[in-house]
């Protein structure tokens, strides 16, 4: 592994070079959707693919993700290894029935007969100004639905070594892309300057094949005194909000919410007694709130305070107020000022 | 009065279809236009979508009411296979009666028959080659039996017992078989038409031989699925088959709450630049015909095929309905274009190779081998009487590995057996 050679990549970078990688190794990985073909996707996550791959394994779909989901089903059924991109996020509703219906249950209808080795990948998040339909953050949607997986990287390091592993499974995944870090991390500071990934250790990524293996998390910081549950761009807002107040925390990024690795936040909430999860999303029946019951399951004689969720509003993603609704270092420091109060 | 524009207009209304004729009144099928058998043109198989326009609003038959094939789209089969295509049919048949029966016994909890539309099924199967992929609905299990799936197979997965292949896990009817080239039934409509596409895409892309063939209902052509399969049939001009079963009735909503009373469902294929055609869905040899076009137009990468099939649901859409409560008791009789067994039967007596009493005798011995395998697969049990599945198999199959919290939740399933079965916790065997 120290040896692979490494080249500094951003997050699209990563996922391009993850994709890259599939498809030299494995002949049935096709990736297509609206705009992935000839221009290479409106993030540029598929450049170059078509070039030198050919266009009947990257190619441009018509628009309707009802379709690009259902004829994702229908090659995987033959045998390929779809990779079907939904431009947004906020575009995937379309698909739901294919999704939850199909996608997720054929395996179990058949009994094993058919499998889906589907990775659909989805850019999501705000903080981009993408008003309410470029920003929203769906993933409990589908951690609600038995027989999917959702995944959802903080750095390049892991979007490549996730995305690989995604592309392996044998299982549908929603592999959800934080948009808002493909080109560098954010600390929750909208009014400061972007920092590029280069200056990121783990921007740092092999050019060819490693895996991070589905439903671990990463403990990217520790401390005594208090367990940051994390995910996605708020890894990097809720890193940097505990250093600003100079909290001694864990913060756990969880890369895999289904399945979820509860072994690793049992240990630190167990260390630490205090716990804050802390999603983009809107709040209510938000991941978060499923893991602050299976916390209090496991936890609950250990905790010294109740549970803080810091979360987007349950309100449409606004345009202009975006910043009073992300859930920055403003109320993350709230958050964490109650938890820690006595 | 004069609205804000001056214009003396009669208010808006709004156009709820009603059919012909409710429960009570004369059945009305004077809409219909017949067209007379061997009338409609054949066009070549490679032919442009827009010259194909006129097919959607005709109707392909060649069984004439004296019984002989006649016209262009005639598919000049042999005796042989056209009694093989009869006994396929009437073994359908005797397997929905028997299943049907079964379901009111209390054996099982749900059945649905396809009496009427065995031509459909059937004859399509005969049209396809055996390695060509099935995307079906719920009522076509009429290829399963066409391409020879044991009857026991298929009895096992309607009593969800242990020789069930599918675990005891889907409705019954919802067969799945890789073997038989038939995928895994959907509950959720329409669903398997851009899965079909997705199969052909696949198909085509590696240069393979084999192509894919869908059925949805006249009903759920509604469906926003069939119009992402319409769209990435004609984009990609994928090898596939798309057969739209116009059996008038969607449960108790008639052709025209899909669009039925302004134009024909072949005729959804025109806008698409998809070739389309219209089929006397209840002539097996016009059916057999329209998709041996097809599928010769799909694997000379001339692309899909849009098949309406004009047919008839002669009974209720599933053992849960009662049709009596919604449309006329006389349109089964009225039905203009009769019934499919009863059309190839008098077409083989009409050229001299069958007769009645080699039908009554072939009705008797389908008879006799459905039952036989019915009392086989009872071997395996019934729905509802003894345990058919261990219960751990419910965690199996979400997912290729089982995940930590999957298995907790078994566990815990397995801890309520044995508090209510302390005896192993597998209940009353």
Redesign the interface.
């Known amino acids: 592994m120290s040896d692979a050679p490494t080249r500094r990549m951003n997050m699209i970078e990563a996922i391009n070079s993850a994709m890259d990688v599939a498809m030299t190794r494995d002949a049935d990985v ?1 990736v297509f959707g609206e705009d992935v073909g000839f221009f290479g996707g409106v993030f540029r996550a598929t450049a170059g693919l078509q070039q030198k791959f050919g266009k ?2 990257s190619f441009d ?2 628009i ?1 993700e ?2 690009i ?12 290894r ?1 990779i079907p991109e939904i431009q947004f996020a906020d575009y995937i509703y ?1 698909a739901l ?2 999704l939850v ?2 996608a997720a249950r ?10 889906m080795p589907i990775t659909v990948r989805s850019p999501f998040g705000g903080g981009i100004f993408g008003g309410q339909t470029h920003s929203q953050s769906p993933e409990s949607i589908f951690t609600h639905v ?2 999917l ?1 959702t995944v959802i990287p903080s750095t390049p390091y892991d979007a490549k070594g996730l995305l690989l592993s995604a592309i392996e ?3 549908p995944v929603l592999f959800f892309e934080p948009k808002r870090i493909y080109n560098g991390p954010f600390d929750g500071h909208y009014d400061r300057p972007v920092q590029p990934w280069a200056k990121h250790p783990a921007s740092e990524v092999p050019e060819g094949q490693y895996t991070i293996p589905l ?1 671990k998390a990463a403990l990217v910081r520790e401390g005594q005194d208090l367990t940051v549950i994390t995910y996605g761009t708020m890894v990097h807002v809720g890193l940097a909000a505990v250093e600003e107040l100079g909290v001694d925390a864990d913060v756990i990024d969880l890369r895999t919410l ?3 690795d ?2 690793t936040i049992e240990a630190s909430v167990k260390k630490t007694g205090r716990c804050v999860i802390i999603h983009e999303a809107t709040r209510t029946s938000g991941f978060g709130a499923e893991l602050a019951a299976q916390i209090q399951e496991r936890c609950f004689y250990h905790l010294e305070a109740p549970i803080e969720r810091v979360t987007g509003f349950d309100t449409p993603y606004p345009h202009s107020l975006e910043w009073a609704y992300f859930p920055g270092p403003v109320r993350i420091g709230m958050a964490i000022e109650k938890v820690m109060k006595d | 009065m004069n609205d804000s524009r001056g214009r003396n207009l009669p208010p808006l209304s709004l156009h709820i279809p009603e059919p012909p004729a409710r429960p009570g009144e004369e059945a009305d099928f004077s809409h219909i236009q017949v067209t007379p058998a061997g009338e409609t043109p054949r066009p070549d198989s490679s032919a442009a979508a827009h010259d194909l326009r006129d097919m959607a609003f005709g109707l392909v038959r060649v069984m004439d009411d004296a019984g002989q094939a006649v016209g262009p789209w005639d598919p000049r089969l042999s005796p042989d296979a056209l009694r093989t295509m009869l006994r396929d049919m009437a073994l359908t048949r005797a397997f929905d009666d028997r299943m049907f029966r079964a379901q009111r016994q209390g054996k099982t909890s749900f059945y649905m028959k396809c009496t009427g539309e065995e031509a459909v099924a059937v004859a399509q199967t005969h049209a396809l080659d055996r390695e060509d992929m099935c995307f079906p609905s719920y009522r076509q299990q009429g290829i399963l039996i066409t391409r020879g799936c044991p009857l026991v197979d298929m009895m096992n997965q309607i009593y969800s017992n242990k020789g069930d292949a599918l675990k005891g896990r889907q409705l019954p009817i919802m067969y799945s078989s890789p073997e038989y080239g038939f995928f895994t039934v959907s509950g959720n409509l329409t669903t398997q038409l851009p899965q079909a596409v997705g199969w052909a895409m696949a198909s085509a892309s590696k240069g393979d031989s084999r192509i894919a063939a869908a059925w949805c209902g006249e009903g759920s052509t509604a469906e926003g699925d069939f119009h992402a399969a319409m769209t990435f049939a004609t984009v990609y001009r994928a090898p596939v088959i798309i057969n739209v079963v116009n059996n008038q009735w969607a449960i108790s909503s008639f052709a025209g709450f899909a669009g039925g009373e302004a134009t024909t469902f072949a005729a959804r294929a025109i806008g698409y630049g998809i070739a389309g055609l219209r089929v006397d869905g209840n002539d097996a040899l016009a059916v057999y015909a329209a998709t041996a076009w097809a599928a010769e137009r799909a694997r000379t990468n001339n692309g899909p095929t849009l098949i309406e099939h004009f047919t008839y649901r002669a009974e209720g859409h599933s053992t849960s309905d009662d049709p009596s409560a919604y449309r006329s008791a006389e349109e089964g009789v009225k039905w203009p274009l009769g019934d499919p067994i009863a059309r190839l039967k008098t077409h083989l007596i009409t050229i001299g190779e069958w007769n009645e009493d080699r039908h009554a005798a072939m009705d008797l011995e389908l008879a006799e081998s459905v039952k036989a395998a019915q009392k086989e697969a009872e071997k395996n049990g019934i729905l509802g009487h003894g345990l058919h599945q261990p219960f751990e198999t419910m965690f199996e199959d979400v997912f290729e590995e089982m995940p930590p919290h999957l298995k907790e939740q078994q566990a815990q399933m397995m801890a309520e057996r044995m508090r209510k079965w302390p005896n192993g916790g597998q209940g009353p065997r």
């Open positions: 096709v009947t394994r779909t018509p309707t009802c379709g989901i259902g004829v994702a089903v229908g090659m995987a059924a033959y045998g390929l779809p379309p029935d294919q219906s199909e054929i395996r179990y209808r058949s009994a094993g007969q058919w499998h038995s027989g997986k499974d044998n299982d439903g289904v399945p979820l509860i072994e």
